[in-house]
């Protein structure tokens, strides 16, 4: 197993720079996932520690062994791809040991090797069949499997179950889970859904246009996002953004309000603040509640949807704009009947009204 270390790491085809000055340390036995909306550079960075993508500046270590310039097969990584690139003409057994064949491994190593692969992923089943007989979830599970017997320092996924259903989803997901804890090896995963990201991950890396925007783990990135971006990436239903004005400062408190907010005081480390600022009050939809009394929030139900555990209801609020509360129970509410909420001051986020944020911890 290997630490990961990338160093002001940049990519650029001529004028186009796509990754541009990236720092991430990745411990040894790590899974850290990097997340990010489509084109945000994340695959170019996996497909960089690859070696599939030349490095235009920066530093890039495996372990103790800078790999810039090293070759992928000597780089001591595998790597799991989205369209599972199996062969269809070879059974699972001959993919699974296709990289030993191509090494030149005995008859017998591979025979080892293949069938402990099976057994960790739970397909000895399996390995007498072609792709074509194959689910996709089991493809993937080849596709795993070829990665293992490699016993390579790193394992590198990009975006292996966004070919599957829901469901298979979810189950892969805790494979892949599982599969981590029993081989205890470092891991970079790529995805863009976010619940992949905090359900996998020790480490989330958060990309946008090129650029980390945070680093961190699953629950601080979600208790504690640096800016706007991140806030309004990971949790879902994505939290709601207030636009707020500010009326006063006490040191690290700062009292805001607006037509449809009674005046709230909240922390303000992320500022500085100043009274007459603009400002965006941060609120998670899971940490609103309807208020027994005239609550803090003021708005009319504009939309309901029960799910049985929670009732997701979109509120107009009085200044016009929208909000989204996960209300922890299987309520009933009148399509533009008054709704008055609540929410506990501690767990609301004030961003500058850029967005940014000056002394967030990172």
Known sequence: MARISLKNVRKSYGATHVIKGVDIEIEDGEFCVFVG????????????????????????????????????????????????????????????????????????EKEAKVAEAARILQMEHLLDRRPSQLSGGQRQRVAIGRAIVRKPQVFLFDEPLSNLDAALRMDMRMEIGRLHQQLGASMIYVTHDQVEAMTLADKIVVLKDGQVMQIGAPMDLYHDPANLFVAGFLGAPSMNFVKVTVQGVNGNKVLVSNAALDPVEVSGKRGPFKVGDQAILGLRPQYLSVAEGAGRLHGSVALTERLGSETVVEVTLKDGSPLIAALSHDAVFDIGSQMNLEFDPAQAHLFPEDGTATSSRH
């Open 37 to 108: 909306p489509s084109g945000c550079g994340k695959s170019t960075l996996l497909r960089m520690i690859a070696g599939l993508e030349d490095i235009t500046s920066g530093e890039l270590r495996i372990g103790e062994t800078l790999v810039n310039d090293l070759p992928p097969k000597d780089r001591g990584v595998a790597m799991v791809f989205q369209s599972y690139a199996i062969f269809p003409h070879m059974t699972v057994c001959e993919n699974v040991a296709f990289g030993l064949t191509i090494a030149g491994a005995s008859k017998e």
